[in-house]
T-cell receptor, first 111, second 111 residues
Framework: KAGVTQTPRYLIKTRGQQVTLSCSPI?????VSWYQQTPGQGLQFLFE???????NKGNFPGRFSGRQFSNSRSEMNVSTLELGDSALYLC??????????FGQGTRLTVV | QKEVEQNSGPLSVPEGAIASLNCTYS??????FFWYRQYSGKSPELIMF????GDKEDGRFTAQLNKASQYVSLLIRDSQPSDSATYLC???????????FGTGTSLTVIP
């Protein structure tokens, strides 16, 4: 059974640009959550999608957005990138509430 | 006050010893508690979860929960060098699929 797949694995962007990250959950999983991981703040929740609807949202500015498609694949978009957006972005998929399986993440560097 | 607090370490134990990792949480509405392990450059992987007060054992790992003290711990018996990683404590509230993570404790097992 394939795990959670995130693409791309690495990205380098310039301040002011926008970026789109992709996440394909484990087959059959309808919940996809996104997290930002930085050395100082640890893992912070961005948002969760379930059946194409945003079910929950963390305390991030509106520059961070996401969506989920009918096949449960999800994308997150960050517009007007700032240096502080440099982080590891992790996607997690779940079938039940007592689990979350993480992808390998996308390492975003903003220069 | 942070939702979940962990001692960042580093914690060093000799091979074969018991490693004890601790975590406190601030929201008494938290319902489920998780321990994740994250190797350097990798994504978090679930070790175990616990819902009820008391101990839960899984192989060399024991999770302990004390809701009155808002305290969760993870014991690793017969520690191995391969256990060297960062251990993340996470909690979930009654509703929603959002994890609140601590910043992690770095564990080194010395051969």
């Amino acid at each position: 059974k394939a795990g959670v797949t995130q693409t791309p694995r690495y990205l380098i962007k310039t301040r002011g640009q926008q970026v789109t990250l992709s996440c394909s959950p484990i087959s059959g999983h309808r919940s996809v959550s996104w997290y930002q991981q930085t050395p100082g703040q640890g893992l912070q929740f961005l948002f969760e999608y379930f059946s194409e609807t945003q079910r929950n949202k963390g305390n991030f500015p509106g520059r961070f957005s996401g969506r989920q498609f009918s096949n449960s694949r999800s994308e997150m978009n960050v517009s007007t990138l700032e240096l502080g957006d440099s982080a590891l972005y992790l996607c997690a998929s779940s079938l039940r509430t007592d689990e979350a399986f993480f992808g390998q993440g996308t390492r975003l560097t903003v220069v | 006050q942070k939702e979940v607090e962990q001692n960042s370490g580093p914690l060093s134990v000799p091979e074969g010893a018991i490693a004890s990792l601790n975590c406190t949480y601030s929201d008494r509405g938290s319902q489920s508690f998780f321990w994740y392990r994250q190797y350097s450059g990798k994504s978090p992987e679930l070790i175990m979860f616990i819902y009820s007060n008391g101990d839960k054992e899984d192989g060399r790992f024991t999770a302990q929960l004390n809701k009155a003290s808002q305290y969760v711990s993870l014991l690793i018996r017969d520690s191995q060098p391969s256990d060297s990683a960062t251990y993340l404590c996470a909690v979930k509230r009654y509703t929603g699929n959002q994890f609140y993570f601590g910043t992690g404790t770095s564990l080194t097992v010395i051969p």
